[in-house]
């Protein structure tokens, strides 16, 4: 029998749970409550290998079934409120992940290839069932939005006023996903789009959501690019980018946007300037990532470009998670025979633990809009 299936474990009296215990008390989480928020224990190990194992360990005993939690989302905001990512003893694991990042290019072109392979080509089943009908994998905007098709419509045309598009500008979308904004923006502003992917099920599905509107999809690293666009434009993309190659990413974007060009940048952002890696992140959603702080995208940008504005809506990237995981759990039993009970448990933890670190105001969503110095200033749409 798995310890997933055990109805009632004796908790043990020992040094690894007082320690777990004192340390989820600071946050308000009992071990076996009655709260939605509380932990419920299946395997007695638990507590041990989360104190020796740090993040990787709490997610893959998650994954295994050593606990439950019927509000997974409320935990991760009330153990982030309480600062405890920072109170754990700091695994061997973790410190030489971290350590390999400032060391090494983890983002450099060869290694850059991975998270489309091991994440964005998934399923397109998983993903056209989760996201909405443009398939907007990032934040969508929900200040006069009820639903989600509506939220994502309302961060398309945020976008779009904010490029000032105008018909028959070229636009380069860096990191077009599967097609839904070089989609939109061709069909309601008249524009000609050139979108780049590192990901063959993007670029797939891309190619004929565009199909007759005049948008190329392109299978590439952006590093790749030398082109002349009006407007650039990168959503969800950033994040995949790593410190070492910042600086490189606006020589890109320098070189690639004609004098008078915009540039928008669509990116979560972290509060603090480090090497923002989290271990089960990075080994089971998106390896090589690394979120960016203020001072990363001000120190890169300012050799090229004038910040014409920034806009932070992190707070609405929490519904639109809970959104995805409620149509997630929805339209599981039409895609669970393509994977595990395993995988359904790995997903589940990683949208509610990131609504819960959007939640606690832990982690940004950010969009900065760039140019080389408007006349009079720049008017931008909220």
């Known amino acids: 029998m798995s310890s997933s299936c055990i109805e009632e474990v004796r908790v043990p009296n020992d040094d690894w749970y007082r320690i777990t215990n004192e340390l989820l008390s600071r946050a308000g989480i009992e071990i076996n409550g009655n709260a939605p928020s509380d932990l419920q224990i299946k395997n007695p190990q638990f507590f041990k290998r989360v104190l020796q194992e740090g993040s990787l360990g709490l997610g893959e005993s998650y994954m295994d079934g050593w606990w439950e939690c019927e509000r997974l989302d409320i935990f991760f905001q009330k153990v982030l409120r309480a600062g405890l990512e920072n109170q754990l003893p700091r695994h061997l694991k973790d410190t030489l992940r971290i350590a390999a990042a400032r060391l090494f ?14 994440h964005y080509d998934l399923g397109n089943d998983l993903f056209s069932r989760m996201l909405d009908p443009f398939m907007q994998y990032s934040c969508g905007y929900w200040k006069d939005a009820q639903t989600l098709e509506e939220a994502q419509q309302a961060k398309l045309n945020l976008i779009c006023q904010k490029l000032k598009l105008e018909p028959g500008m070229r636009v380069l979308d860096i990191g077009c996903g599967w097609g839904g904004l070089a989609q939109f923006m061709a069909e309601h502003y008249g524009v000609s789009v050139v979108g780049v992917t590192i990901s063959a099920e993007q670029q797939k599905m891309a190619q004929q959501r565009c199909e007759g509107l005049d948008v190329t999809i392109l299978l590439q690293d952006y590093r790749d690019l030398h082109d002349k666009f009006d407007r650039i434009v990168s959503v969800g993309m950033f994040e995949h980018v790593g410190p070492k190659n910042y600086a490189t990413y606006f020589s890109v974007v320098d070189r690639n946007l004609k004098p008078d060009g915009l540039f928008l940048l669509h990116t979560i952002g972290s509060k603090r300037t480090d ?21 990363h995208i001000a120190d890169a940008s300012e050799p ?13 990237y929490d519904t639109t998670l809970m959104a995805w995981h409620e149509r997630f759990l929805e339209s599981w039993p039409e895609i669970a025979d393509n994977y595990s009970e395993r995988f359904k ?3 589940t933890y990683y949208l509610n633990a990131c609504a819960g670190a959007f939640r606690a105001r832990d982690i940004q969503l950010w969009q900065v809009v760039f140019s080389r110095g408007v006349e009079h200033g720049l008017r931008v749409a909220r």
Do not use: T
């Open 105 to 118: 290019n983890l983002q450099s072109k060869k290694r850059a290839w991975m998270v489309g392979k091991e």
């Open 304 to 316: 090229h470009f004038v910040m014409e504005d920034w806009h932070n809506f992190g707070a609405d």
């Open 275 to 295: 090497l923002n890696v989290d271990p089960w992140i990075n080994k089971y959603i998106f390896p090589n990532g690394c979120l960016p702080s203020v001072r």
């Open 345 to 347: 448990r790995m997903f």
